[in-house]
C-alpha cells in the first residue's frame, strides 16, 4: 500500500482503501462461516442424545468429551458407563481402541452451535450440548457422587 503523510496524518491511497474493504468483508464472511459450522471447533464437554434416525426406540444417552476420552453414560440397561478413545479432525470422529492405536470406526461429523450431527450411512444421530452442573464429567472427575449425578440424569432424561 502506498501512503502519504499530511499534516501528521497516514493518507492510504483510493485503491488502498478498496483492497482494504474487500479484504476485511471476506474475513467477516469466513468468521461467519465459521461460526455456524466450523471445522476446527471444539466437542470438548457433555452432550445428550437428541436424535436417532438410525434407530426408532432409543435409549437416552449422555457423552462426555474429554480431549481423548468420551464417556457415555445409558439409561439402559441398567444405567451403564463406559469409555472409549476417539480422535476428532473437525469433519471426522473417529473411535479408537487398542490403546489408542487402532480405529474403530469413523464418522462423518457437522458441529453446529449446540449440536453435534454425527452421520453414518445408516442415518444420523445429534447430540446436544448439556448446560448445566451435575454433569457426567463431574462423575468422572470425581466431583460429584453417582447419585447425585444419576438424580440429575434422571431428571434430565424426562425433559427430554
Known sequence: MQEKKSGGRIRIKKNSKIVFAVLLSLNLVSCLNTSKV???????????????????????????????EVYFFTSQPNKILFSNGYSYTGDKLAFLANERK???????????????????????????????????????????????????????????
Not at 41 to 66: C, H, M, P, R
Open 38 to 68: 466450523g471445522p476446527k471447533k471444539d466437542i470438548v464437554g457433555n452432550w445428550f442424545i437428541s436424535k436417532n434416525t438410525i434407530l426408532k426406540n432409543f435409549y437416552y444417552q449422555e457423552a462426555y468429551f474429554d480431549g481423548k
Open 102 to 160: 487402532d480405529t474403530v470406526n469413523v464418522f462423518s461429523i457437522l458441529h453446529h452451535n449446540e449440536t453435534l450431527e454425527i452421520k453414518t450411512d445408516k442415518g444420523v444421530i445429534e447430540y446436544t450440548r448439556i448446560k448445566g452442573d451435575k454433569t457426567l464429567s463431574e462423575l468422572v472427575s470425581d466431583k460429584i457422587s453417582k447419585e447425585s449425578y444419576e438424580i440429575a440424569f434422571s431428571k434430565r432424561m424426562k425433559e427430554k
